[in-house]
């Protein structure tokens, strides 16, 4: 990547320099303004002098603005190019998605009143996540009765978007088979050769189905070095779960919070990674920011600074200015002693 940046001075401090000729000039223009011939009252003169002699002080003006030009010539203004190349060492995520019909439970609005589900409120996060994060493969993987691998760790984030956005509950599931949707993301990150792999999973209630508990998954990902986050989404208590009555109508039931808070712990534990509890939408955005914090991407940064030197316009200009000076001074303005 390259950058043009502004002009900068190598040497500001030779601005000071500017000051010697301005000094110059204001003592040569108090000199010349003391008259040779004293005389009680000039007012007689007044409107005698023509522009001319009003003029007189140009010469020295001009020359005073050519050791300025000069003193920033010397101060060397310049240019830059500055080129970069970046490389990364990124970060290989797997999120692993409760789908489960808990997960349409309506306690996730941030205002009173508000009705937002809690998948919803995950999908949100998890593509501000994934936005956040362009330098890592992220991929996806949910779960409810059964895991399904949806996306595997790819830097199209557009694709991974589309992918989270899709992702709906299956009113007809009946499980939340944690251990399956864990050990599914851990198989997408196994031949990883990232330095640093990761899985998230985030789900609102307790494994009931599946072919592995959720402690063996865990293990497996520890054996495989690969960190768990895990996140604990609902309200602590009941929250309102919107299911189809007769005729199309929409009818809510009260359901508890039943995340299983102890095993999510263990797994997170064991794996070196932390266990989040978000209640509200705000928490889990901030369960992610953490997270986001937590992994951070290696960077390597090499930096080449490539001058452009500005003083010669400068140099050019007070030659001009100056030989306009001495022309006119000896010219148009010249003066007898």
């Known amino acids: 990547m390259t950058k043009v940046f502004g002009l900068e001075l190598a040497h500001p401090w030779l601005l000071l320099l500017a000051a010697v000729p301005l000094l110059l000039v204001v003592l040569a223009w108090w000199r010349r303004g003391r008259p040779a011939l004293r005389l009680p009252d000039v007012s007689a003169w007044n409107g005698i002098a023509g522009w001319r002699a009003r003029t007189i002080r140009v010469p020295l003006l001009l ?7 000069l003193a920033v010539a010397l101060a060397r203004p310049r240019g830059g190019e500055l080129s970069e190349t970046v490389t990364t060492e990124g970060v290989d995520i797997v999120v692993a998605l409760d789908l489960s019909v808990s997960m349409l439970a309506e306690d996730m609005g941030a205002l009173p009143g508000e009705r937002k589900n809690r998948l919803v409120a995950a999908k949100e996060v998890v593509i501000s996540f994934v936005q956040r994060r362009m330098a890592d493969r992220i991929g996806l993987v949910t779960f409810d009765e059964a895991s399904v691998p ?48 990761v899985v998230i999973l985030v789900t609102d209630g ?6 592995m508990a959720p402690d063996d998954a865990a293990e497996i990902a520890r054996l495989l070095g690969i960190k768990v986050y895990t996140v604990g989404v609902g309200t602590r208590g009941e929250a309102p779960l919107p299911v189809r009555a007769a005729f199309g109508r ?21 794996t070196g990674g932390r266990y989040f509890r978000a209640t509200h939408p705000d928490e889990l955005e901030q369960i992610f920011t953490d997270i986001d914090l937590l992994e951070k991407t290696e960077m390597e940064v090499e930096r080449h ?33």
């Open 63 to 69: 020359k005073g603005a050519a050791l300025v030009l």
């Open 150 to 197: 949806r996306c595997p760790p790819t830097l199209d984030h557009d694709v991974l978007i589309d992918f989270v956005q899709r992702s709906e509950v299956d009113p007809e599931s009946s499980g939340t088979a944690i251990g399956a949707g864990l050990a599914s993301a851990v198989n997408r990150l196994k031949s990883s050769k990232s330095k640093s792999r």
């Open 206 to 211: 307790r494994n009931n189905s599946g072919f």
């Open 250 to 270: 929409v009818e809510y039931r009260m359901i508890r919070a039943d995340v299983d808070e102890p095993t999510l712990q263990r797994i997170a534990d064991l």
């Open 305 to 337: 600074v490539r001058w452009r030197e500005a003083y010669p316009p400068f140099v050019r200009a007070a030659a001009i200015v100056l030989a306009a000076a001495l022309l006119l001074g000896a010219t148009w303005w010249r003066t007898f002693p």
